[in-house]
């Protein structure tokens, strides 16, 4: 009896990726997340009468002083660059781990999406942390209107230029040699974990409503992975290196359940940047 060889554009759900990407993303947003928190606190602490306390989900302070709303501005600029930071290392230096390479695309995507998207929605609501720097700057209509423009185009951009690099983890390049099987490897890898990541992202943002739970990280993940998906229909060239060692589950897991616990047992109650 004869078997029957699969044909080299057949394989299997790349299920062990998918998991490992989904446990990263997750991983990836939340550190983000308290870095953007972070980098509004310190410079608050640093500024006499504002006694900035940072949370698991959030960040206040007591005191007035006339740059507090400047200050505001300052989470998303730094998480901006260190999303700029991690796309530069991602595209220095393609031939690392598979878990490696993924967690560096995913900490350069939610830099670039949990920040540009704030610029967006700054123009349009002024109490928002952007927003409140925008009309501190003494920002018009008009020119909020460009900032968001620019925002989304930069959004775009880093969207359809990340596309590729997660294209790279193929473990076969005749996965992604076809237009189809391009769109279907970055949805398997990138916007079903990117999806499914929300729920492991709602227990490190508890207790909230659930509008602010789940609407955060839906605009990021949304904002991002359409380019993502769309990127697919437009890449010509993959800077493909071959990983035969398979993505780990293990660490990303353990690293998430450790934060969790960060978040819940340490950053909940609140630290105070003050004495």
Not at 124 to 140: K, Q
Not at 170 to 193: C, E, M, N, W, Y
Not at 239 to 246: D, E, F, Q, S
Request: glycine share 8%.
């Amino acid at each position: 009896m004869q078997t029957k060889t699969p044909a080299p554009d057949d394989h299997p759900f790349e299920w062990r990726l998918t998991i490992s990407s989904w446990l990263l993303y997750a991983l990836a947003f939340n550190l983000v997340f308290f870095l953007q928190e972070l980098f509004l606190v310190l410079p608050k602490a640093l500024t006499p009468g504002l006694y900035p306390t940072l949370f698991h989900n959030n960040q206040t302070w007591t005191g007035q002083d006339p740059l507090q709303d400047l200050l505001q501005g300052t989470g998303a600029v730094s998480i901006f660059l260190i999303g700029t930071i991690f796309a530069f290392l991602l595209h220095s230096r393609p031939e690392r781990s598979t878990t490696h390479h993924l967690f560096i695309f995913w900490m350069a995507y939610q830099g670039l999406f949990q920040s540009l998207p704030q610029v967006v929605i700054g123009g349009m609501n002024p109490s928002n942390d952007v927003g409140m720097a925008m009309n501190y700057l003494g920002l018009g209509r008009a020119d909020k209107a460009v900032a968001g423009f620019v925002a989304l185009g930069v959004m775009a951009a880093a969207g359809l230029w990340l596309g590729p690099h997660l294209l790279s983890l193929a473990p076969d390049s005749a996965q992604i040699h076809t237009r189809s099987k391009r769109a279907g490897f970055i949805f398997r890898i990138g916007v079903l974990p990117a999806f499914a990541g929300i729920i492991l992202i709602v227990p490190f943002r508890m207790p909230r409503n659930l509008v602010e739970l789940i609407l955060w990280p839906l605009i990021v993940t949304f904002a991002g992975t359409l380019w993502l998906q769309l990127s697919a229909r437009r890449i010509t060239r993959v800077r493909y290196c071959g990983r035969p060692k398979p993505a780990s589950i293990f660490l990303p897991f353990w690293a998430l359940v450790i934060l969790v616990l960060i978040f819940q047992l340490i950053l909940r109650p609140g630290i105070r940047f003050y004495y």
